[in-house]
């Protein structure tokens, strides 16, 4: 893409084309935290509302059945663009955070003997591991403790390097004949490191292992083909990728789905219901009891078309250009630790930096001063910055709208908070 081209996709989005404007438009650089939307979303959303808004798939009329089109048609939009070879591997979700507590109270719930048919291959003793790594979003780490703490499953973690990365190796020494899970990130949203999905899947399929991708930063950057790559589950966030927020979602392999019994009961998931038991509609509707987010799934099937036309190939390549000037901006630094790998090829869409001698809240303030919108903090990932000695660190992320100018003004702040806190730049 050209500067020219991103200035076409810049003036699509209200949120830019107004801050653009502006004399001093700030630097949004928190995509990873989430995303602006092009008005195509935001008029899909609209349009949707005014004119096609019925109960979906409740009851008969002609607008119900119109409503319920758009809401299905959605679905088939995201399996598409995400390689799932049937819609009803789509299973809407309220978030990626809720997606991934789907699968894991779902494990909780097999194992309390509330299944369904086949759920048995979902029950957890004493002695079987949940398999993470040290480097997981605490939404890719709680759900787990949880099922661990519940089931007398042993939660363990593949640790990190110093420099906050892991390996096929690493996870091929922390599989074990006991693994039954094994949950981590795509793209990790504090190094951005970039996991062998196809490879990593084969390891843990050998062991009989269910594997769970954290997608949230891999779909709003990468072409991704969760059929290709041959994982059990994955989750992901509409208001990452462009889209709505209120809309996750969970994909499957179908013989998973069928078998996870849903975490959440109620209307409309059902086939049949006495007063004493219920039984269970096939997935996806089993999972998506009560009323849907119908018109943020119009919205991200909105945002799926918008990211088609540009072609995820384009959008990768155009944001790996910009990763690699932000972390050759920060290595040319002195005194800024990069988080994560220093090669980029492992690298997707951010990076994370601790500033030597300066707290990262100290940091976020002085940048925001200077109108560059960073995310500053733990980024919920506690445990990873733990193994990396620090507390916390500033991330700047991108997406397919982040200009060069944008990149150098986040590294330019940097040295400037450096040189305001009096830190310490002969390291
Ligand atoms: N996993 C990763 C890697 C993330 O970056 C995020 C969002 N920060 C989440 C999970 C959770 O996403 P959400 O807040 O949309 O549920």
Redesign the pocket.
Known sequence: LTAADVALLRAEFPYFAAQDALDHAPAYLDA??TSQRPLRVLDAERTFLESSYAAVHRGTSVAVGSATEAFEGARSAVARFVGAAAPEQIVWA?????A?NLVALGMGEATAGLGVAGSERFRLEAGDEILITEAE?H??LIPWQRLAQRTGATLRHIPVRPDGTWTLDDTREALTERTRVFAF?H???VTGLLAPVAELVELARAVGAVTVL?A??SVPHLPVDFGALGVDFA?F?G??MLGPNGI?VLYGRPEMLAALPPARTGGSAITKVTMESAQFMPAPHRFEPGTQPVSQAVGLAAAVSFLEEIGMDRVAAREHELVERLVAGILDAPGLQLLGPADTSRRVALAAVSVAGVHAHDVGQYLDEQGVLVRVGH??AQPLHRALGITSSTRASVHVTTTEDEVDRFVDALRGAQRYFGADVTA
């Open positions: 990873a935290a309220e978030n990626a955070t809720d991934l979003h939404a890719n990130a793209v990790s949203n954290d949230c930063q989750a966030s208001h990452k996750g980024h919920c």
